[in-house]
C-alpha cells in the first residue's frame, strides 16, 4: 500500500536514485571467458530491483513531483509524492501532464481514485492484485494514460474470469463495448451465449441492454433448455425494461417459433402479456410455425423456403435433441454410449427418433503417430507413446445413412465446468455436417490432471446435441 505524502520533493535526486537502479540491473549480466571460449552466466538481481523500487515508492524518498488525485464529485484527495522518470518511462500522458511541473491534480472517477494506489503500483513495479470489482477502473486507467501492458494484463484476467463463471459477463460486455475492446466484447457474448439458461436465472439479465439482447437473440449456439425458455427470459426483460415498441417487436420477430410445439404456441397466444400487446407484428411469423408444423417438413419445402434461421435448433438441452454424458476418470480408457434424438422440430416427427452411437477415447492417435517399428532397412524405430495421442469423439447414427427425409444434422459437443456451485459451458466443439467428429476436440487438454479445467471432479461433463439442418430440402416452387 501506499504511504501518502511525507517525503519532500527534489529536484535531481528522484533522477540519480533511479539511475542507481537501473545500474544494479545493468552490472548483473556478465560475461567470461573460460579457456578461450565465450561461456555466458547470468547473474539476476531482478528481484532486488523490484523489492528497491516498492521502497522508492512506499516511502517517497527522492520523490520529485506530487500526484493529488480527486474523487469526482467529492471532497476526498490521495496525495502520492513519485517520480517524473519513473511515471514518464510508462506513460505518455503522464509525460506530458509533468513537464516543467511538479504536481497536478487529477480529477478521477471514485471508482477509478479507489484502485490509483494500485494503478502506480504497477507503474513501478510491474505487478499487482486485482479483484473482480477493480477490473474495469484499472482498465478505465490504463486506458487514459496509456498502459498498454495493464491494458492487455486486466483484459486477460477479464476474460479468464469469464470462462470460469465467476466474471460479471454483462456489465464486462457494456464496457468494452464502450471502451472499444473488440476482443474482450467478443469473450463476454461467447460465454453469455454459452450459459444463457443460467445468466436469464441470474440478476444480470435485468441489466442487458437492448443492443446487447439483440445481439443474443440472433446467434444460433444459444445454450438453454429450448426456445420455450428464451421467449419466457424475453417476456421477463420486456416487463422490467418496457422499451419502446419498435425494441420490443424486434426482439418478440428473433424468436424462433417453429421450434416451439403448437400446444406451447396457443398457450402462449392465450397468456402471453407481450404477444397480447405486441401480437400483429409477430402474427405472420406464428403463422408460419403453425403451418411447419402442420405438414411434413418435405412438403413445407415444396411452397416455402426452409432454409432460414427461423427454422434451424439452436442448442437445445431438452432431451428430444441430446443427452448429457458423464465420464469419470477419462484418462483411464475407452467409453461408449448411445442417445436418441427427435428426426426433427416440425410435429410431423415429433414421434420419429435417431439413435446416436457415441465413442470416447482418451488417446487416439492419428496416423502419422501411430506406432511404426522397423523402417525401410529393418531398422527398430520408437513405438508413439499413449501420452502422443489426443482425446477423441465419434458421433455416428445406429443406421445407415444418417439423413432422412432430407434432413442432415449438426452436432455440438459441451463441455461443462463446475463454477460456485453451478454447472457452466466452459467449451463447445462443433462437427462439420458431414463429419463424424469434431477434429479439435479437447486438443489443448491434460485429462492426466485432476485439476484440470476441463474436469469436475476427476469427471468430463459432456452435452451432446444434435440439430436438424433443412437446407437440403430446398425446392423451386411451381
Not at 467478443?186 to 439479465?205: G, I, K, P, T, Y
Not at 432422412?404 to 463454477?419: D, E, M, N, Y
Not at 459451458?425 to 462439420?432: G, L
Request: net charge positive.
Amino acid at each position: 500500500m501506499l504511504r501518502e505524502g511525507y517525503a519532500k520533493p527534489g529536484s535531481w535526486g528522484s533522477f540519480w536514485a533511479i539511475l542507481t537502479l537501473v545500474g544494479l540491473v545493468t552490472r548483473a549480466a556478465q560475461r567470461a571467458d573460460v579457456g578461450g571460449e565465450a561461456a555466458a552466466s547470468s547473474i539476476n538481481h531482478s528481484q532486488m530491483l523490484l523489492q528497491r523500487l516498492q521502497e522508492l515508492l512506499r516511502q517517497g524518498n527522492a520523490s520529485d513531483v506530487v500526484l493529488r488525485v480527486q474523487a469526482q464529485g467529492t471532497e476526498e484527495v490521495r496525495v502520492f509524492h513519485a517520480h517524473r522518470l519513473l511515471l514518464s518511462l510508462r506513460s505518455e500522458l503522464f509525460r506530458g501532464l509533468l513537464w516543467n511541473q511538479s504536481e497536478v491534480v487529477l480529477q478521477e472517477p471514485r471508482d477509478c481514485a479507489a484502485v490509483f494506489d494500485k494503478f502506480i503500483r504497477y507503474l513501478y513495479c510491474g505487478e499487482l492484485t486485482v479483484l473482480l470489482t477493480q477490473a474495469i477502473p484499472l482498465h478505465k486507467l490504463a486506458t487514459k494514460y496509456g498502459v498498454a501492458s495493464l491494458q492487455r494484463g486486466v483484459a486477460d484476467y477479464m476474460r479468464a474470469h469469464l470462462a470460469g463463471g465467476a466474471g460479471p459477463a454483462v456489465g464486462w460486455y457494456h464496457y468494452a463495448l464502450s471502451a472499444g475492446d473488440e476482443a474482450l466484447r467478443d469473450s463476454c457474448l461467447q460465454f453469455l451465449a454459452w450459459n444463457l439458461s443460467a445468466v436469464v436465472s441470474s440478476a444480470e439479465w435485468g441489466v442487458v441492454s437492448p443492443e446487447l439482447l439483440a445481439q443474443l437473440l440472433q446467434r444460433s449456439d444459444l445454450v438453454l433448455q429450448d426456445e420455450l425458455e428464451l421467449f419466457q427470459a424475453l417476456e421477463a426483460w420486456l416487463g422490467r425494461a418496457q422499451p419502446p415498441s419498435a425494441v420490443a417487436e424486434r426482439a418478440l420477430r428473433a424468436i424462433r417459433y417453429p421450434m416451439i410445439p403448437p400446444a406451447q404456441l396457443f398457450q402462449l397466444q392465450a397468456r402471453s402479456a407481450a404477444l397480447a400487446r405486441h401480437g400483429a407484428a409477430v402474427a405472420d411469423l406464428l403463422l408460419q410455425a403453425y403451418q411447419f408444423h402442420a405438414a411434413s417438413p418435405l412438403h413445407y419445402a415444396k411452397f416455402f423456403d426452409v432454409n432460414g434461421s427461423a427454422f434451424l435448433p439452436r442448442n437445445y438441452l431438452a432431451p428430444a435433441w441430446g443427452a448429457a454424458w458423464v465420464i469419470n476418470n477419462p484418462a483411464r480408457d475407452d467409453r461408449s454410449t448411445s442417445f436418441q434424438t427427435q428426426l426433427g422440430p416440425s410435429s410431423h416427427d415429433a414421434g420419429r427418433r435417431v439413435t446416436w452411437n457415441v465413442l470416447f477415447s482418451p488417446r487416439w492417435l492419428p496416423v502419422s503417430l501411430r506406432p511404426v517399428y522397423a523402417d525401410a532397412a529393418g531398422t527398430a524405430l520408437p513405438a508413439a507413446r499413449p501420452e502422443d495421442g489426443r482425446p477423441r469423439l465419434v458421433v455416428t447414427p445406429a443406421s445407415s445413412g444418417g439423413d432422412a427425409a432430407g434432413v442432415s444434422f449438426q452436432k455440438t459437443v459441451l463441455v461443462g465446468a463446475r463454477q460456485q456451485g453451478r454447472l457452466l459451458v466452459r467449451h463447445a466443439y462443433n462437427f462439420h455436417q458431414s463429419s463424424e467428429e469434431a477434429g479439435d476436440f479437447l486438443a489443448h487438454a491434460d485429462l492426466q490432471r485432476r485439476n484440470s479445467e476441463y474436469l469436475v471432479e476427476n469427471a468430463l461433463h459432456l452435452h451432446l446435441i444434435v440439430k436438424p439442418v433443412y437446407h437440403t430440402l430446398i425446392r423451386t416452387p411451381k
